[in-house]
């Protein structure tokens, strides 16, 4: 093997640049040539491919965001997408690939190798952190902080204004983000896709606060909750308490952005080494991960059907802690 391929796909996520410095540094070692395939599978179906060395990583480790830009491609998904891209894969002389992405991104994979042979590792890029197969994606930890930050500044002014706050996360199919960034700020109440909403029992938890004198509330919501986002709940809230003060702030794309955390750097760099060392061993169609601080890979059909389940004694907690 002396060339393979490396892309971003699907949604960004701090770390993406440190994975991708790691899968070309790593590739170098083994005197292998890396070639950067610009915004996903569509840069992969256009040929917007080129040589990359080792310099072109230097300086990236803590920047957000991806080099190699990334994008969703549905021409991918056709038949003759997939010919196209096969086409440049062979143009190139590229002979592997390591795919950085998330769910969509695999689920692609899947595809694709069901018509053409080509070894391929993934790396799990998505700060949902909705993949089996490892406990942590790259950008999950950057995004939980992000958004433990806005929401302390939150606090802060409802505190001020005895207000109750209404915060939406991203999480379209999971509420990993809601949950761990409302566990570590003390938030009242969370709601997540994984766990359905009853809306009446959220509401007389609220009067209940109110009874007790409790001026300040903070609900934390993913945007995929059953229920609905900030919106649907702040419609909910204010029917049923009209003189109460409440505010809805969604965060939206600002958990996607920003330095990576020192764990997203880490993580990012050991699956990236991981990725190309597992080509080196003959290894395709597998995602690197990592589990309970143990390498490993898992297929890629098990990676895209399989979600973690949110612990129930966390979601007890919840309502413990915010007593």
């Given at each position: ?9 699907g949604g960004d996520g701090p770390g993406m640049n440190a994975a991708i410095r790691a899968v070309v540094r790593t590739a170098a070692y083994h005197g292998i ?91 799990p890029g998505t700060i949902d952190k909705d993949l089996a197969g490892t406990d942590f994606t790259i950008g999950f930890d950057t995004a939980v902080n992000t ?57 007389q938890r609220i009067d209940n606060d109110e009874h007790r004198k409790k001026t300040v509330h903070i609900l934390v919501v993913a945007e995929g909750d059953d ?97």
């Open positions: 093997m002396k060339n393979i391929g490396v892309l971003t796909s040539d890396v070639y950067g395939i610009r915004r996903g599978y569509q840069g992969m179906i256009e040929g917007d491919i080129y040589k990359m060395q080792t310099t072109d990583v230097s300086n990236t480790i803590q920047r957000g965001g991806t080099i190699l830009k990334t994008a969703r491609s549905k021409e991918f998904m056709t038949a003759a997408g997939m010919q196209k891209a096969y086409e440049q894969l062979k143009k190139h002389g590229i002979e592997a690939l390591v795919l950085i992405g998330g769910d969509g991104t695999f689920r692609g994979a899947v595809e694709f190798f069901k018509h053409y042979t080509i070894p391929a590792i993934g790396v958004a433990v930050q806005a929401i302390d500044k939150i606090r802060d002014t409802a505190e001020a204004h005895d207000r109750l706050f209404i915060i939406e996360v991203m999480g379209r199919d999971a509420g990993y983000i809601a949950l761990h960034s409302g566990l570590a700020s003390g938030a009242e109440d969370i709601l997540i896709p994984e766990m359905k909403t009853n809306m009446d029992e959220v509401l229920f609905g986002g900030a919106k649907e709940v702040y419609d909910a809230v204010t029917k049923r308490f009209p003189n109460k003060d409440v505010r809805s702030t969604v965060l939206g794309h600002i958990q996607r952005g920003g330095s990576p955390t020192c764990a997203d750097r880490i993580l990012a760099s050991r699956l990236g080494h991981a990725a190309v060392e597992a080509l080196c061993d003959g290894k395709t169609q597998v995602m690197a991960g990592i589990v309970n601080g143990e390498l490993v890979y898992t297929p890629f059909e098990q990676c895209v059907k399989e979600n973690g389940v949110i612990s129930r004694d966390m979601a007890e907690m919840i309502r413990v802690l915010a007593v």
